[in-house]
């Protein structure tokens, strides 16, 4: 079930465009900081995701051979679209991800826990989200984890737009 998009949407992607992150090369500060989740919360698969008009773009990513994916196919996006963290314990189970091609199919996802990654003004960008491929809950410190993580993603994305803005 796609997403429904965020209240202030035009509003979100004026500013997400301001970053000028989108299609950018790796960068190593997020890759590390996407590494960092995977190997604390013991799971294959993170990412640092950049969700636009149309799809959902790993700006950082591990466990994943692909660079983006269909919006409407995104936990992430359900992510930017409440503006607040997100849990599924187990997707199969989950009425809005249950048929998705990610779940019936490679990586078949089962666990997705993903918090906001916002710009200053707020207007979530992205999301920080860690993926599994059994079903489990989210320990706590597994959670104040991500939101620290996605803190210095915001840091490190705030230090890097205004290094832009002053070329």
């Known amino acids: 079930m796609p997403a429904p998009l965020p209240f202030n949407e035009s509003h ?13 090369p790796s960068e190593v500060r997020f ?3 996407v590494s960092h989740a995977a190997l604390q919360c013991n799971v294959p698969i993170s990412t640092f995701t950049i969700v636009d008009e149309t799809r959902s773009w790993f700006k950082s990513r591990t466990g994943l051979d692909v660079q983006e994916i269909d919006r409407q196919n995104s936990f992430c996006a359900h992510t930017v679209a409440s503006n607040s963290p997100l849990v599924i314990e187990d997707a199969t189970q989950d009425e809005r991800f249950a048929n998705s091609e990610f779940v019936v199919g490679a990586p078949f996802i089962r666990f997705y826990a993903g918090v906001p990654v916002r710009a200053r003004n707020q207007d979530a960008l992205g999301s920080i989200c860690i993926i599994d491929t059994k079903p489990r809950t989210l320990p706590w410190q597994d959670f104040q984890l991500l939101k620290r993580l996605a803190n210095q993603i915001e840091v490190q994305l705030l230090l890097r737009k205004s290094r832009l803005d002053a070329h």
């Open 12 to 24: 979100r992607l004026e500013t997400l465009r301001e970053y000028r992150i989108l299609d950018t």
């Open 31 to 33: 890759d590390r900081i």
